[in-house]
């Protein structure tokens, strides 16, 4: 395997949109006729889109291409903490829907060999958030979303999308976000990691809990398993 560091530049937006790369080892396998899998890293506010790097190593040895991207940049408005927080964060969340199809289109032209129509789309906090959205308003974006504990952005209710929104223990989602009982759709899989914390999704987090969210995604995209 091998990383490059990157940073593509939209200048419709006039927004410089940082990158790190993970290859799969077997790069040379990946064709147009025999395409590898690619997933998008979306990481959570205040955190560093290297800051996944366990995430992005396994699925990088399980034959993916794997892209971190670094939605907040230093001179953006700082996150809403208060008031109506879906109608205060969209603004931040659209920004980062904007990266993610910025990103793809460009990457896509570049790497021939990987499966774009496929894309799985891997977001913390935040960043689950925002790619909730992104899936909800243009199904066609992804195939696959993986959240982890987004706390805001409802889940899509729909079989159109594969859905694993991998929870937390210590703080709950907000009023809808996860589907009920009576919702629950076919692909959809809810998995609650006990005593895991938040915060601790990140490479700066427990070697148990990283490896606890590695096998619940890993068996996930493998064959859709909800659980280890």
Same mark, same amino acid.
């Not at 200048?11 to 025999?34: G, K, V, W």
């Given at each position: 395997?091998?990383?490059?560091?990157?940073?593509?530049?939209?200048?419709?937006? *006039?927004?410089?949109? &940082?990158?790190?790369?993970?290859?799969?080892?077997?790069?040379?396998?990946?064709?147009?006729?025999?395409?590898?899998s690619v997933a998008f890293l979306s990481q959570g506010y205040g955190l560093r889109h290297? *800051?996944?790097?366990?995430?992005?190593?396994? !699925?990088?040895?399980?034959?993916?291409?794997?892209?971190?991207?670094?939605?907040?940049?230093?001179?953006? &408005?700082?996150?809403?903490?208060?008031?109506?927080?879906?109608?205060?964060?969209?603004?931040?969340?659209?920004?980062?829907?904007?990266?993610?199809?910025?990103?793809?289109?460009? !990457?896509?032209?570049?790497?021939?060999?990987?499966?774009?129509?496929?894309?799985?789309?891997?977001?913390?906090?935040? /960043? /689950? *958030?925002?790619?909730?959205?992104?899936?909800?308003?243009?199904?066609?974006?992804?195939?696959?979303?993986?959240?982890?504990?987004?706390?805001?952005? &409802?889940?899509?209710?729909? &079989?159109?999308?594969?859905?694993?929104?991998?929870?937390?223990?210590?703080?709950?989602?907000?009023?809808?976000?996860?589907?009920?009982?009576?919702?629950?759709?076919?692909?959809?899989?809810?998995?609650?990691?006990?005593?895991?914390?938040?915060?601790?999704?990140?490479?700066? /987090?427990?070697?148990?809990?990283?490896?606890?969210?590695?096998?619940?995604?890993?068996?996930?995209?493998? *064959?859709?398993?909800? /659980?280890?």
């Open positions: 395997m091998s990383t490059k560091s990157a940073a593509l530049f939209d200048a419709n937006r *006039d927004r410089q949109i &940082p990158l790190e790369l993970y290859f799969p080892a077997q790069q040379h396998r990946c064709t147009r006729e025999s395409p590898c290297t *800051d996944y790097s366990f995430i992005a190593n396994a !699925l990088a040895a399980s034959g993916y291409l794997v892209v971190a991207i670094q939605h907040d940049l230093p001179s953006d &408005p700082a996150i809403s903490k208060t008031g109506d927080l879906v109608a205060n964060r969209t603004p931040m969340w659209r920004r980062g829907i904007e990266n993610l199809r910025f990103v793809r289109d460009s !990457l896509s032209r570049t790497y021939i060999g990987f499966d774009w129509p496929g894309l799985v789309l891997i977001g913390h906090s935040n /960043g /689950g *958030d925002l790619s909730a959205l992104a899936v909800q308003e243009s199904p066609a974006l992804a195939a696959t979303l993986v959240t982890l504990d987004n706390r805001r952005y &409802p889940l899509p209710r729909t &079989p159109a999308v594969k859905v694993l929104s991998i929870r937390g223990s210590d703080f709950p989602a907000d009023a809808g976000v996860l589907p009920t009982v009576e919702e629950a759709v076919a692909g959809t899989c809810i998995a609650t990691i006990a005593g895991s914390r938040h915060n601790d999704m990140n490479d700066h /987090g427990p070697t148990d809990l990283q490896s606890e969210i590695n096998t619940l995604l890993l068996s996930f995209l493998e *064959d859709g398993r909800c /659980g280890a």
